[in-house]
Every structure is written in C-alpha cells, then in structure tokens.
C-alpha cells in the first residue's frame, strides 16, 4: 500500500533502534559466509570447543521451561567439549566403522553407539506443517510508540517498552522443500515475547481469505494442495482442483484476485505487507473496546517480482526470499515494519460503513479507516538453528494477552481450536510451550503437569486448587493484578443454525474495487496471471466458470483472459458494483528508501578497478548491498587493495539483483562455451566480443524494468545488449560515480516501471 507519512514519535524511536542495532552485531560488506571464520585447507587436528555463532546470529532467550530468566549464556545451552561424545556425555574414539566380528565379519548388535546414531538420525525428522511449511524465520525487537494507550492496556505497546521477538515468514500451499518464488500467499507471524505472557499475531501478507468459516479450510487447502493421485503440482495454483473449488466458492473471488495480482509475488520478505485478517477487540485500561485490523507496514515499501523473474528464482535460487532475508540482516540492513491499527467503534452490529468486520474476505480501505502507527518492528538476528528456532516455533491466534481479544469472526473461531490441535502432532505432545523457541518470558504456575516431552521438573504436592497442602499456591488474579479477562460481551441469543449473515453474501464488489484500484501496469500482471493459471488448467468447464466470476468483477478483465484461453466472454450475472478506487492498494507511484537493496557490480577483471572500488564503497555508503561479478571468482588486484568477486559471470542471475552496474565490456571467457554453461549462445560468444552470461543479465534486468548504469566500456557492453543508453531507467556516463548516483535515484521508485507499455 501507499507511503505513509513520518510519524515524529516513530522517528525518535528508530534513532534508539538503530543504537541497538549497531550494537547486536557489526555490518559485515559480503554476508553469505558459512562459518565465524575461514576454514583451513588441510583437516584442523588441534581439538578445540565449537566455534561461536556468527556475529548476525542469536538463539532464543535463555529462559527456563516455566518462564524463569536463567541467566544462562547462550553459549551454554548449546553444545560443548572438544571431543565427540554419545548423547550421554561418554567420550568416543571412533565414529566412521561399525563394530564388528573382525575386520570382514558382520555388524554386531551390541555397536550402542551405531543404533543411537543410526535411531536419532532416523527419527530426525517430525511432521512438517499442513500449510505455511516452507518458513523463514528472524530474532527482533519490538518498540511501542505509546500511541495505542487509549484503545489497549497491553503493556508492550506501551511507549519506548521493548520486546523481543521472532517473526516467521512463509509459503503457504508448498512442502518444505517447494521454491520461495511460487505464486501463493505468503504468512506473516510474529510471536512477541511480552512481559505478560506471549502474543502471537499470525497473519498474512494479503488482507482477505478465501473464505468465511474455518469448517470450510480443509477444503481451500486440500483444493490447493497437489492432486493426491499423482502429488503434483507442487507449491502452484494452477491446476484443476484449486480453480474448481475458487470458481464454485466464489466468497474466494476477492482473495484469489490479490493472489493473482503482484501481491502473490513479493520481491522480498523485507518488502511485503503483512496483516492480522481479522478484527480483533482491543481494551484498555478503563474497560472501553474498541475494534482494529492489524497492519504490518514495511519500511521499505511494497514491491514485488515479475512474473518471468519469480519463474527463473524458482530453478536458480529456490532459496531466494529466505536466503535474500538472512543476507540482509548479516549485511545489517535490518528488515523494519510499523505496526498499525485501523479502529472502529465496538458497535452492537460490527459493521463499518457497510464493511461486515466479521468477514473474513472482506477488507476496510485506508481512506476510510487510515492505519495508525502504534510501534516499530525490526528484525536484527539470524537464527543459529533453523530446527530448532524456525521449524519448532509454535503459534497460536489463542495466544493472547490482556488488553488484545477476539471476535465472532467465524475464521478466527475455528483457528483457536485448529492451532492448539496441531502442535499436538507436530511437535509429539502437549509441552510444546517448553520448546526454547516457544518459552514464555513471564512466569508460569499452570498446574499441567507431565505428559511428552516435559522438561520442568514441577515442585509441591497439590497441582489443584483450592488446595492447601502446597499454601493455596497458585492464586487466582484479578483485574488488578494483570489478569487477562475476556471482554463480558453480550452473546446473541437465537437458533441453533449452521449459516451465515447476508451480509457475507456479496462476494464481488471489494474484488472489483481491488481491480478499479490497480493501475495498468498491474492490471496487466493480473490478466497475465489469470490467463497463465487457467490455461494450466485440463477441463474447459472450470475455466468457462472462472470466466463467469470475472465477469461479475470487470468486463475488461474477463475479455481480456478470455482472449488468452481462446474462448468467449460472458456476461455478468449481477449488477456490477460501482466503488471507489483506493489508491493505497497500488504498489506503484510512491518512492521508497533504497536499504538493503543488492546491486551487481559488472566487471571485466582487473580493469579500472579503481573506479570499481569507488561504485562499490557509494553502494554501501548508501546502506544497499554490492556485490562484484567478474569473470572468474577469487580477489581481483591481489597485489593492491584488493577487491573480492561474490559472483562469477557463470553463477549470476539478473533475478539476485535489483540494479546492474557496469563497469566494463568484458570478452568471453574460458568457460563461455554451451557445453560448460547452458545460459551461452555460442554463436553469440564468437561474433559479440562481450561475455553472452553478461548480455543476459542486461537484457533480463532490462525486460524486468530494472536499473541498469553503465560508465567507460560498461557503455560498449549496452550497445551490444540493444539498450538504448537514454532508454528509461538506464543512466549511462563517463564517471561511475554520477552513474551510482543516478542509479540510487531510480531504485527508490523499485522499478522503471515506463518501460512497459500496457494495453488494458
């Protein structure tokens, strides 16, 4: 959505965060590094304890299983010693033979250390999610600007309190093992880590759902999901079954067109919107209530892929948004979101000017609600283990605390049940909240005892109340003393009935809003989606019917994808609505702050490095991310300052980078040949004069809108490419310095989006 304005408060907070920041870990210029420090060629003999996480890594809080800050060193909690042990802590000399009746003879039964190797390894691995498996996942800070006084009491929104937390970004509809880049929703989860308890905001990066009621989710998934006679297609919607059931469910018309549109496609986890879906009841300290949706604004703006870019990430870099994630907070560009709330009055019917706040798919525009910001979210620590921080994480829309309540929403009434239920599974018991990752910082006296996987070692002899064998411990609280307590609402009395409000029956107006709202650029995206995820589709019948739903949204889009699928438009069959468009729902025309954004550095070698040097110290100057690509890897001027290359002419892409420099014309090079590197046109490679792997990447950065500079010989390599040194978004001249900042100016804009020409 739109730029939102500087709010002075946030401003002030952020020169404290950014302290803080600076503080966590230094930047480091190349993040990627796999260990602390480098290896040495030959094997280390010298023992030695484990090496220390790196400087961008952190692990949950050292609390205990019941909320007690330990004080333990993170260190400590990990693994320690220099020689190799069994899981009991005996030291072993040997780890790669089996024992066994001499050197020839067969494994014997009594080898403990092979079966608790071999049964600790086979049982590695623990049910991953039904939906959202594919995660990502950082440590962070959260700051309260004080601004939500008058509409909650919960104290981490309370002014200049900070909590920590861990945000989890991901997939919704692919396994573990699926691309970050598929077309899909993407889940926005923040479990922060309060001082009364743990609350868990578990949201999306789109505002809608696809439906009304959770008894209808196991449907929505198992559409989505691979067909289950052959398992395929993975993390993708465009097959039969996902269309068949959007087309006859059209409550799912709205979600599926954000889907469709460039929100299904963000550029970055740091550069998407995230929100709560539903409406949530918020009480503050005098007992009022007041209604809000929650928004996640990132600081560095809405943007996303094209279409052809997220389809290259998926076959060179399915690790893209995860890896793009922890490059940007090793590099210390810190990922930043203000939190805020859009409020409404707690009216009896819980409407807003028309909106239905107990609808799912249904969203409140800013114009009539704008979003105010109530705190500051910055993610500044890698996790230093993805199971167990990232895949172990637990959440729970039920995790709540005073100050923050529910509503009726039908779809958040069956997630309070759903959550709980699956951790049951998934994580092997009811003790999941003791997992490190998902230990409280408040102290807990709950009286659950035993059960998988209990960790706590519970004292007394009366887990019951009243009880007076353990002193009356625990006591109940009260309002007083930081009890949570449900909002005393009244409940409407009536049947018995499995329905819903007329007011969920319009399943089209706000879909349409969203396309009237959308500029042509995005409109075409949109067309361009529909058009590519029907045609996957086998039956013509499910694609006449989604025709017929996008009649009911605009006649432009239905023709437009009727023309792609080769078959008649029809006509509506209702009275297309007539809203407002809301501006904020674009992603295109405000500029946005250039931070952590990756710029690729084209090099011939060991030519004009000076000025190599100088682009590449204004990019980090500037708070982005260069990264130099030369013809082979290594460091370029050993025997000066020299400058090291993180991408070969063979391994870069133009999808890793959001900007191109070019910095010198380079021939072709050894291994630019079509045997060696599929991406070279040998053809090319002996009449061009310059690397065809280098060609490519100008032309794909150019075909996605990407700026593109050019200084010296760098303007020899456009002129081969095609690119016109005055076409839009490209800034050629003769010092690399004017060229860098040209660049910068574009890339605040995300795109040269005047490069494409839209026809709806």
Same mark, same amino acid.
């Given at each position: 959505m739109s730029a939102q304005k500087k709010n002075p408060v946030a401003a002030a907070t952020e020169k404290v965060v950014e302290k803080v920041q600076e503080a966590v870990h230094p930047r480091n210029d190349i993040p990627g590094a796999p260990a602390p420090v480098p290896p040495q060629l030959d094997e280390p003999t010298e023992p030695t304890g484990p090496l220390p996480p790196k400087p961008d890594q952190t692990g949950p809080d050292t609390y205990s299983p019941t909320g007690q800050p330990t004080g333990t060193p993170r260190k400590e909690v990990a693994q320690g010693g220099e020689r190799l042990t069994t899981a009991q802590g005996a030291r072993l000399y040997e780890t790669d033979h089996s024992l066994k009746a001499g050197p020839r003879g067969p494994v014997l039964l009594q080898d403990h250390?092979?079966?608790?190797?071999?049964?600790?390894?086979?049982?590695?691995?623990?049910?991953?999610?039904? /939906?959202?498996?594919?995660?990502?996942?950082?440590?962070?800070?959260?700051?309260?600007?004080?601004?939500?006084?008058?509409?909650?009491?919960?104290?981490?929104?309370?002014?200049?309190?900070?909590?920590?937390?861990?945000?989890?970004?991901?997939?919704?509809?692919?396994?573990?093992?699926?691309?970050?880049?598929?077309?899909?929703?993407?889940?926005?989860?923040? =479990?922060?880590?309060?001082?009364?308890?743990?609350?868990?905001?578990?949201?999306?990066?789109?505002?809608?759902?696809?439906?009304?009621?959770?008894?209808?989710?196991?449907?929505?998934?198992?559409?989505? =999901?691979?067909?289950?006679?052959?398992?395929?297609?993975?993390?993708?919607?465009?097959?039969?079954?996902?269309?068949?059931?959007?087309?006859?469910?059209?409550?799912?018309?709205?979600?599926?067109?954000?889907?469709?549109?460039?929100?299904?496609?963000?550029?970055?986890?740091?550069?998407?919107?995230?929100?709560? /879906?539903?409406t949530f009841r918020l009480v503050n300290a005098k007992g009022a209530t007041t209604l809000v949706k929650f928004h996640w604004k990132p600081k560095l703006g809405v943007h996303s892929l094209v279409w052809e870019e997220a389809q290259i990430a998926a076959g060179m870099d399915p690790d893209f948004h995860r890896r793009d994630l922890a490059d940007a907070i090793?590099?210390?560009?810190?990922?930043?979101?203000?939190?805020?709330?859009?409020?409404?009055?707690?009216?009896?019917?819980?409407?807003?000017?028309?909106?239905?706040?107990?609808?799912?798919?249904? +969203?409140?525009?800013?114009?009539?609600?704008?979003?105010?910001?109530?705190?500051?979210?910055?993610?500044?620590?890698?996790?230093?283990?993805?199971?167990?921080?990232?895949?172990?994480?637990?959440?729970?829309?039920?995790?709540?605390?005073?100050?923050?309540?529910?509503?009726?929403?039908p779809l958040m009434q069956g997630r309070l049940f759903s959550y709980l239920d699956t951790q049951l599974t998934r994580l092997g018991g009811p003790n999941f909240n003791q997992l490190p990752i998902n230990r409280t910082h408040a102290p807990v006296n709950d009286m659950l005892r035993d059960g998988m996987h209990q960790t706590a070692v519970h004292s007394g002899v009366a887990p019951y109340r009243p009880n007076s064998l353990d002193g009356g411990c625990p006591f109940l609280a009260g309002a007083d003393t930081g009890a949570f307590i449900e909002v005393p609402v009244e409940v409407a009395a009536g049947r018995k009935v499995r329905d819903a409000a007329a007011s969920f029956d319009d399943h089209y107006s706000q879909a349409r809003q969203f396309w009237l709202s959308m500029t042509a650029t995005e409109r075409e995206h949109i067309v361009a989606a529909y058009s590519f995820e029907l045609n996957k589709c086998y039956e013509s019948a499910i694609k006449?019917?989604?025709?017929?739903?996008?009649?009911?949204?605009?006649?432009?889009?239905?023709?437009?994808?009727?023309?792609?699928?080769? @078959?008649?438009?029809?006509?509506?069959?209702?009275?297309?609505?007539?809203p407002a468009p809301s501006p904020a729902l674009s992603q295109l025309g405000a500029r946005w702050p250039v931070d952590g954004r990756v710029v690729g550095i084209v090099t011939a070698g060991d030519q004009d490095l000076t000025a190599v040097r100088a682009a590449r110290q204004t990019v980090l100057d500037a708070g982005m991310v260069p990264l130099v690509i030369a013809p082979t890897g290594g460091?370029?001027?050993?025997?000066?300052?020299?400058?090291?290359?993180?991408?070969? +002419?063979?391994?870069?892409?133009?999808?890793?980078?959001?900007?191109?420099?070019?910095?010198?014309?380079?021939?072709?090079?050894?291994?630019?040949?079509?045997?060696?590197? #599929? =991406?070279?046109?040998?053809?090319?490679? #002996?009449?061009?004069?310059?690397?065809?792997?280098?060609? @490519?990447? @100008?032309?794909?950065?150019?075909?996605?809108?990407?700026?593109?500079?050019?200084?010296?010989?760098?303007?020899?390599?456009?002129e081969t490419a095609g690119i016109a040194p005055d076409a839009p978004g490209v800034v050629s001249a003769a010092d690399g310095g004017t060229v860098v900042e040209g660049v910068t100016e574009l890339l605040g804009r995300h795109r040269a989006w005047d490069r494409f020409t839209p026809a709806v």
């Amino acid at each position: 959505m739109s730029a939102q304005k500087k709010n002075p408060v946030a401003a002030a907070t952020e020169k404290v965060v950014e302290k803080v920041q600076e503080a966590v870990h230094p930047r480091n210029d190349i993040p990627g590094a796999p260990a602390p420090v480098p290896p040495q060629l030959d094997e280390p003999t010298e023992p030695t304890g484990p090496l220390p996480p790196k400087p961008d890594q952190t692990g949950p809080d050292t609390y205990s299983p019941t909320g007690q800050p330990t004080g333990t060193p993170r260190k400590e909690v990990a693994q320690g010693g220099e020689r190799l042990t069994t899981a009991q802590g005996a030291r072993l000399y040997e780890t790669d033979h089996s024992l066994k009746a001499g050197p020839r003879g067969p494994v014997l039964l009594q080898d403990h250390h092979l079966r608790e190797k071999i049964t600790h390894f086979d049982h590695e691995r623990i049910p991953e999610r039904v /939906v959202h498996a594919r995660g990502a996942a950082a440590h962070g800070t959260f700051v309260g600007y004080g601004a939500a006084a008058k509409i909650s009491k919960a104290g981490f929104l309370a002014k200049d309190v900070e909590t920590p937390v861990f945000v989890r970004f991901s997939t919704v509809l692919g396994s573990r093992g699926s691309a970050d880049t598929v077309r899909d929703t993407r889940g926005f989860a923040t =479990k922060f880590y309060t001082d009364e308890g743990v609350f868990d905001l578990v949201g999306n990066n789109i505002p809608v759902f696809f439906i009304q009621d959770a008894i209808k989710f196991p449907d929505v998934i198992h559409a989505g =999901k691979p067909h289950p006679d052959r398992e395929i297609p993975q993390a993708q919607s465009a097959h039969d079954t996902f269309w068949d059931f959007v087309t006859l469910h059209t409550e799912a018309t709205h979600h599926t067109l954000w889907n469709m549109s460039d929100r299904g496609l963000p550029r970055s986890y740091r550069t998407m919107e995230g929100f709560g /879906v539903h409406t949530f009841r918020l009480v503050n300290a005098k007992g009022a209530t007041t209604l809000v949706k929650f928004h996640w604004k990132p600081k560095l703006g809405v943007h996303s892929l094209v279409w052809e870019e997220a389809q290259i990430a998926a076959g060179m870099d399915p690790d893209f948004h995860r890896r793009d994630l922890a490059d940007a907070i090793e590099a210390g560009a810190f990922p930043q979101w203000e939190l805020g709330v859009q409020t409404f009055p707690d009216t009896e019917d819980q409407m807003f000017e028309g909106i239905d706040l107990l609808d799912p798919t249904k +969203f409140v525009p800013e114009e009539l609600a704008p979003v105010q910001p109530i705190g500051l979210l910055t993610l500044n620590a890698n996790p230093s283990n993805y199971f167990a921080e990232t895949e172990q994480v637990a959440f729970h829309v039920g995790n709540l605390v005073p100050g923050i309540d529910v509503t009726n929403d039908p779809l958040m009434q069956g997630r309070l049940f759903s959550y709980l239920d699956t951790q049951l599974t998934r994580l092997g018991g009811p003790n999941f909240n003791q997992l490190p990752i998902n230990r409280t910082h408040a102290p807990v006296n709950d009286m659950l005892r035993d059960g998988m996987h209990q960790t706590a070692v519970h004292s007394g002899v009366a887990p019951y109340r009243p009880n007076s064998l353990d002193g009356g411990c625990p006591f109940l609280a009260g309002a007083d003393t930081g009890a949570f307590i449900e909002v005393p609402v009244e409940v409407a009395a009536g049947r018995k009935v499995r329905d819903a409000a007329a007011s969920f029956d319009d399943h089209y107006s706000q879909a349409r809003q969203f396309w009237l709202s959308m500029t042509a650029t995005e409109r075409e995206h949109i067309v361009a989606a529909y058009s590519f995820e029907l045609n996957k589709c086998y039956e013509s019948a499910i694609k006449e019917r989604a025709l017929a739903v996008l009649a009911n949204i605009d006649p432009v889009l239905c023709s437009e994808v009727a023309a792609g699928l080769g @078959l008649p438009a029809p006509e509506p069959t209702i009275a297309l609505a007539d809203p407002a468009p809301s501006p904020a729902l674009s992603q295109l025309g405000a500029r946005w702050p250039v931070d952590g954004r990756v710029v690729g550095i084209v090099t011939a070698g060991d030519q004009d490095l000076t000025a190599v040097r100088a682009a590449r110290q204004t990019v980090l100057d500037a708070g982005m991310v260069p990264l130099v690509i030369a013809p082979t890897g290594g460091v370029l001027d050993t025997d000066g300052d020299p400058v090291t290359v993180q991408r070969t +002419f063979a391994t870069a892409r133009s999808i890793e980078f959001d900007a191109i420099l070019v910095a010198g014309a380079p021939a072709p090079g050894a291994d630019a040949y079509g045997a060696r590197d #599929a =991406k070279v046109d040998d053809d090319l490679a #002996a009449s061009a004069g310059v690397d065809p792997r280098v060609l @490519l990447l @100008l032309t794909e950065a150019y075909r996605h809108g990407k700026a593109i500079g050019a200084w010296a010989d760098g303007a020899d390599a456009l002129e081969t490419a095609g690119i016109a040194p005055d076409a839009p978004g490209v800034v050629s001249a003769a010092d690399g310095g004017t060229v860098v900042e040209g660049v910068t100016e574009l890339l605040g804009r995300h795109r040269a989006w005047d490069r494409f020409t839209p026809a709806v």
